[in-house]
């Protein structure tokens, strides 16, 4: 769905060095979230929010920094990123009503870390 | 926490033929259950959920159904086409009263339908 994209697509970057991802979805959703997928491991949740300014951490939060001052940007940052790092990483958004809504995930950005 | 298992981690099938995913939670509060679907490259998305309020759902030629007691839910996929290749993860979580919690996802099942 073109409400939500992520940012840059592909990156390859060196171990140490910081690099931020970008999410930014147009549908005004509550809730988002931060996915890693590796081989062998499925999709695991990195960190999430249920608001504006609420964040918390999910499965895998270590060496992952979120913010999330406005509503429709979520972007996580590798503050020193490390081989083990190297990922494709999704963000996702869903409505907030009673009851679990449907996630709507990104393309992904696709990261090497060397 | 949650922990869901899946199986099987691939899955090979006759065109034609039905295909049968089969995941397990572990927390009996999850009450929702969803399936995802991706295309290699591309981003995951949703193909069909249950709650726990019912025991089946079927959209065309998918189905899902959920046994709660034993804390089990499959995804059926009939009549399955070459575009059906795929791989497919289930998920699961507990609806609270408001908002939402986060999903758990399986590790994903592979499904390769031979022309």
């Known amino acids: 769905d073109a409400g939500i994209t992520q940012s840059p697509r592909y990156k390859i970057t060196e171990t140490g060095r910081q690099v931020t991802l970008m999410c930014h979805q147009t549908?005004?959703?509550?809730?988002m979230f931060w996915y890693r997928q590796d081989l062998g491991h499925g999709l695991r949740l990195i960190y999430y929010s249920a608001a504006a300014d609420i964040t918390d951490k999910g499965e895998v939060p270590d060496g992952y920094v979120v913010s999330r001052s406005k509503t429709e940007n979520f972007p996580l940052t590798l503050e020193s990123a490390t081989r083990s790092q190297t990922s494709v990483y999704f963000c996702?958004?869903?409505?907030?009503?009673?009851?679990?809504?449907?996630?709507?995930f990104g393309d992904g950005t696709r990261l090497s870390i060397l | 926490g949650e922990n869901v298992e899946q199986h099987p981690s691939t899955l090979s099938v006759q065109e034609g033929d039905s295909a049968v995913i089969k995941c397990t939670y572990s927390?009996?509060?999850?009450?929702?259950f969803p399936w995802y679907k991706q295309e290699l490259g591309k981003r995951p998305q949703l193909i069909i959920d249950i709650r726990s309020n019912v025991g089946e759902k079927k959209d065309q030629r998918i189905a899902v159904t959920l046994n709660k007691t034993a804390k089990h839910f499959s995804l059926h996929i009939t009549e399955t086409q070459p575009e059906d290749s795929a791989v497919y993860f289930c998920?699961?979580?507990?609806?609270?009263?408001?908002?939402?919690?986060?999903?758990?996802f399986g590790k994903g099942t592979r499904l390769s339908v031979i022309a």
């Open positions: 998920a699961a979580s507990m609806a609270p009263h408001s908002g939402n919690t986060p999903l758990v």
């Open positions: 927390d009996s509060a999850s009450n929702y």
């Open positions: 549908w005004s959703h509550s809730y």
């Open positions: 996702a958004s869903s409505e907030s009503t009673a009851g679990n809504q449907p996630q709507h």
